[in-house]
């Protein structure tokens, strides 16, 4: 691994973070632009570290947002028959709602809260993360991301040409 990278290195690791943002902008940009950037500076020690560990970080999220996805779809599943019943009364008697109406209702806005809530956190979690990452890179440090799963162990970029380094050691 580089001591001191250099300011090239530097900011293509950063650039590398900050382009995970580009979700915001086409799907899967969080993948693709990470991957481009980080597959065109494979040879960089440094930055294939960081590229590694921000595809790893995005993997993460995409699993955490799947499995919040599944926990609340049996309660959908739950809820959803209520709903149509619940919209059939309160359409018939709008002015008469009675109690047993309005419960079903709050399983519906505890079950979207709860989701909410969940995302919501997600979402900040990941904002300070990659700007937390991306100051570490610009900096010349490495960081690892807090509660990310090493799916990419030894970085795609090694393996690209077909073998790993330390299939070269051993040819020389």
Do not use: D
Not at 1 to 10: A, V
């Amino acid at each position: 691994m580089e001591t001191n990278p250099s300011e090239n290195h530097k900011n293509i690791a950063a650039l590398i973070h900050l382009s995970t943002f580009s979700k915001f902008f086409f799907p899967f940009g969080n993948f693709i632009v990470p991957l481009l950037l980080w597959g065109t500076n494979k040879e960089k020690p440094f930055v294939n570290e960081h590229g590694r560990q921000a595809v790893n970080f995005q993997l993460s999220l995409f699993l955490y947002v799947i499995v919040i996805g599944l926990i609340c779809l049996p309660f959908i599943i739950a809820f959803a028959s209520n709903f149509v019943s619940l919209a059939e009364v309160i359409h018939q008697h709008s002015h008469q709602v009675s109690f047993n109406e309005i419960q079903n209702l709050s399983g519906y806005l505890t079950l979207f809260f709860v989701a909410v809530v969940l995302l919501l956190g997600l979402f900040v979690f990941e904002l300070y993360t990659v700007i937390t990452a991306t100051v570490h890179a610009s900096r010349g440090e490495l960081y690892r991301y807090p509660l990310s799963i090493s799916f990419i162990k030894k970085s795609i970029p090694e393996f690209i040409g077909g073998h790993n380094q330390s299939e070269n050691e051993h040819v020389s």
